[in-house]
């Protein structure tokens, strides 16, 4: 099991070229993998390293240090299933939805909604979209009916969501819970993040804190960084 030293590293927001440069989030990830230094690496899949470098990015320096104890447990949190880009995606767009400005509230249920068309014969993930959509519409109506009325029987194929439209859904959502005039910013795009690792977890079927036998690197060893992605 991962364990955490007492000097626990020092992230900020941008890419590194090395550890010297400072870290961030996905590039301590994959350090702890033993792959190459990277803020892209192949332990932790596609869409949830986006999500966590975004939330890494979109955290002022204050904040960003909560983000540290999950680290360990992206590693090894990959897969091809599609149902992992539903559900992450979908969390994502639905946590926005009901406090993103109102311009972009309009876009997230678009998302949303091309969601929940294609897990619908996805029995694994279906129930969990559907939740998760039925709130986030509840709480934005208005962009509901505008996104019924503009993607009317649309439909993407899998190929297109996996690459373009949750990509994009999670990128709308994380700035737009980054902009949200609501005091709990932070806390909002934390708990973002240890709910969508916590449900890849669940869906790949491996418990958090099994991810490596490596430990994190102190502060010392990583030091401070400047943004910058």
């Known amino acids: ?7 626990v590293p020092v992230l900020s927001a941008g890419r590194h070229r090395n550890p010297r440069k400072g870290a961030c989030f996905m590039e301590l990830a994959s350090f702890l993998a033993g792959e190459r230094w990277s803020d892209h690496p192949a ?19 204050a904040d960003r240090g909560r983000l540290v104890t999950l680290i360990p ?13 539903l559900a992450i995606a979908t969390r994502t767009a639905a946590a926005a939805l009901p406090v993103a400005p109102a311009t972009r509230q309009n876009v997230l249920a678009v998302g949303l909604l091309t969601a929940q068309r294609l897990a619908a ?7 969990l979209v559907d939740d998760l959509c039925g709130a986030g ?5 208005e962009a509901h009916a505008w996104a019924e009325r503009y993607a009317r029987g649309a439909v993407v194929s899998e190929r ?33 993040l240890e709910d969508v690792v916590a449900d890849v977890a669940g869906r790949v079927g491996r418990p958090q804190h ?11 060893q990583v030091g401070a960084v ?3 992605r």
């Open 43 to 61: 332990c932790t899949h596609p869409l949830l390293a986006s999500l966590a470098r975004l939330v890494n990015d979109s955290l002022g320096d």
């Open 160 to 192: 297109t969501y996996r690459r373009q439209t949750a990509p994009h859904t999670v990128a709308y959502a994380v700035e737009g819970i980054a902009v949200a005039c609501v005091p709990d910013v932070a806390d909002r795009l934390v708990h973002l």
């Open 121 to 127: 014969g996805r029995p694994g993930v279906r129930e």
């Open 226 to 228: 400047s943004a910058g």
């Open 1 to 7: 099991m991962t364990t955490l030293p007492e000097l």
């Open 137 to 141: 519409f509840a709480a934005a109506p």
């Open 73 to 85: 447990d992206v590693v090894g949190l990959t897969g091809s299933d599609l149902d992992l880009d």
């Open 210 to 220: 099994e991810a490596s036998t490596h430990v994190l690197p102190s502060g010392g």
